[in-house]
């Protein structure tokens, strides 16, 4: 396991931008890939990012595809989300997760998760 720590979240206006942090403990972050989630209320956890063990490779949904950014820093053992252009649409609480794959898109690949922050998004 991971431990994670997810900081960056917040109340913004539509067509604002917010950038989450995720920091993880640990001597092995670079030998997992990482996610990011979101869960509206009365919803589902929906996948919204994810990023390979280097970060090589990366996958978003179609929903935030062209407007949010996921990096990671294994030096700093850190992975980030930058949101722009957020809609109403995108508030959520959102988690970030380590998985033991090299690269991940389902929740169920996930080992670890972190507490989740709130983003509120304003129209």
């Known amino acids: 396991q991971v431990q994670l720590v997810e900081s960056g979240g917040g109340l913004v206006q539509a067509g604002g931008s917010l950038r989450l942090s995720c920091a993880a403990s640990g001597r092995t972050f670079s030998s997992y890939a990482m996610g990011w989630f979101r869960q509206a209320p009365g919803k589902e956890r929906e996948f919204v990012a994810t990023?390979?063990?280097?970060?090589?490779?990366?996958y978003y949904s179609d929903s935030v595809k062209g407007r949010f950014t996921i990096s990671r820093d294994n030096a700093k053992t850190t992975v980030y989300l930058q949101m722009n252009s957020l809609k109403p649409e995108d508030t959520a609480v959102y988690y970030c997760?380590?998985?033991?794959?090299?690269?991940?898109?389902?929740?169920?690949?996930?080992?670890?998760w972190g507490q989740g922050t709130q983003v509120t998004v304003s129209s």
């Open positions: 990023i390979s063990l280097s970060g090589s490779s990366t």
């Open positions: 997760a380590a998985s033991r794959a090299v690269i991940a898109t389902h929740d169920l690949a996930y080992d670890s």
